[in-house]
């Protein structure tokens, strides 16, 4: 991809990615990815969204974030090579908090084990530590996803917490196998990663 064909809305350019602001027309790209069962095993247990809960409630979240928010909220991840949709991002205010800032993300299983999660996610903490002012990074999933948590891990986030899942076990899931993980990346333990890089 050229440097031309960049969209307009982007927010964030990493080395193999960009992120845009999400909108109507990535419903279809919003509900295949949803429909994946291994994408959503550890959201819903495995259970896909309807195109109902896309179209009537989490696309609108997921918009509404940019009417709150000049830089914090979900976002579009697209690959350069090919412009195709992978994905998406979050980043914004954990429980409300401007200076605490959560990090979330989701990728179409073709993605998976590339580096484009870690890739993406550390681009959205630099920029939230130089540019916008964050003090710390959150991110939370299941203890039993490894595979979100080795990402945290290599974006040098530790382990603050663990805790019980909000509201009852997934269908066919044991109470302790939906336990969930807190990780934290301070800006404090951010610069000294930056200048231990060189």
Known sequence: MSERDVPRDVFLEAERLYLRRLNAADADALVELDADPA???YLTGGVPHSRAFIVEQALP???????????YGFWAAVEKTSNAFMGWF????????PKEIELGYRLKRAYWGRGLATEGSRA?????????????VVATT????VRSRRVMEKLGMTLESEFDFPGDPFPG???????????????????????SCG
Not at 124 to 136: C, M, P
Not at 142 to 145: C, I, L, P, T
Not at 173 to 195: F, P
Request: net charge positive; with cysteine.
């Open 39 to 41: 994408v959503m095993m």
């Open 61 to 71: 979240h997921y918009l509404a974030y940019y009417d709150r928010y000049a830089s």
């Open 90 to 97: 979050h980043f914004r205010p954990f429980m409300g908090n």
């Open 124 to 136: 959205l903490i630099d920029k939230g530590f130089r540019e916008l002012g964050a003090r710390t």
């Open 142 to 145: 299941m203890a039993v996803n």
């Open 173 to 195: 899931w044991l109470k302790a196998d939906c336990r969930e993980v807190k990780y934290t990346l301070s800006r404090k333990t951010w610069e000294k990663q930056r200048a």
